[in-house]
């Protein structure tokens, strides 16, 4: 039996200790909103904080994010998933597809089904694959009329997720997100403690021990602060009136950025 076959059998008898850890995606999974000058691209994120929370549970974790922004379902699939596999992960964690459901048209049901194949292939490593739905875009006066898009790409994920076994951290159900002091400025990513109160729900649905919701559930007891008309007149001048500009110019996000980590490397 593999390694990576004994890994996964492992976790799912309840151990939830890893070697070698990759995580796929765009700029939710690069960590974007959260600085951290040390970082080889300057940022933390989520997916960094669950690769040190594995490491204490096993401290030769080794750990790779190829995620880049900007990247769209297609790009993940054709310059991530190859490099993965060749990793020989024993957990991968792939969050594809909010970029596209941000275009103007999109065939969702063409996207998924490739997405689809991308996942099985994954899975065939023998590694324990995390999958995400989107968040609830009706939160975001800018994204608010693609809220429909963002539900049907959910169901469809769910029925992927089910038809292969894999494991599907539901984003749009973790309702404390609406709590604008878990997204950055943008309101499209998340801000520091946004990114340790996702790297939390990792965590637990790999029923990996931590204590990084210490921060976040203190703060969260008390009332979230109400975005009224100078904020949002603010927000829509820095950054929802720039990003509609850019998308008619058709620009690109993550163009020319490399990956922070595209070989496993030890996290302590």
Do not use: C
């Amino acid at each position: 039996m593999r390694l990576a076959n004994r890994r996964a059998i492992r976790k799912i008898e309840g151990v939830g200790v890893f070697s070698r850890y990759v995580a796929l995606g765009d700029s939710f999974t690069e960590g974007v909103g959260d600085p951290y000058p040390p970082s080889p691209n300057g940022l933390r994120g989520w997916a960094d904080r669950v690769a040190v929370a594995l490491a204490q549970t096993n401290p030769s974790l080794h750990y790779a994010n190829l995620a880049v922004r900007g990247r769209r379902m297609n790009e993940i699939l054709d310059e991530q998933i190859h490099t993965a596999v060749m990793l020989e992960p024993d957990l991968v964690t792939i969050y594809a597809g909010m970029n596209n459901l941000l275009l103007l048209r999109n065939d969702v049901d063409a996207m998924m089904a490739r997405y689809a194949e991308g996942l099985k292939t994954l899975q065939q490593t023998g590694a324990v694959v995390l999958a995400f739905t989107a968040a609830d875009l009706g939160t975001v006066p800018l994204f608010r009329r693609l809220r429909g898009r963002a539900a049907v790409y959910n169901e469809l994920l769910r029925g992927i997720a089910d038809d292969l076994g894999l494991t599907l951290v539901d984003f749009w159900r973790y309702t404390e997100f609406r709590d604008a002091r878990l997204w950055d400025g943008d309101r499209i990513h998340l801000s520091p403690l946004g990114h340790e109160r996702f790297a939390a729900k990792v965590l637990d649905t790999l029923a990996v021990s931590h204590d990084l919701t210490t921060r976040s559930a203190a703060l969260l007891q008390s009332a979230p602060p109400v975005r009224d008309l100078r904020a949002n007149l603010r927000w829509t001048a820095a950054f929802a009136a720039p990003y509609v500009a850019k998308r008619v110019r058709l620009a690109r996000r993550g163009a020319g950025e490399d990956p922070k980590l595209t070989t496993l490397t030890k996290v302590l």
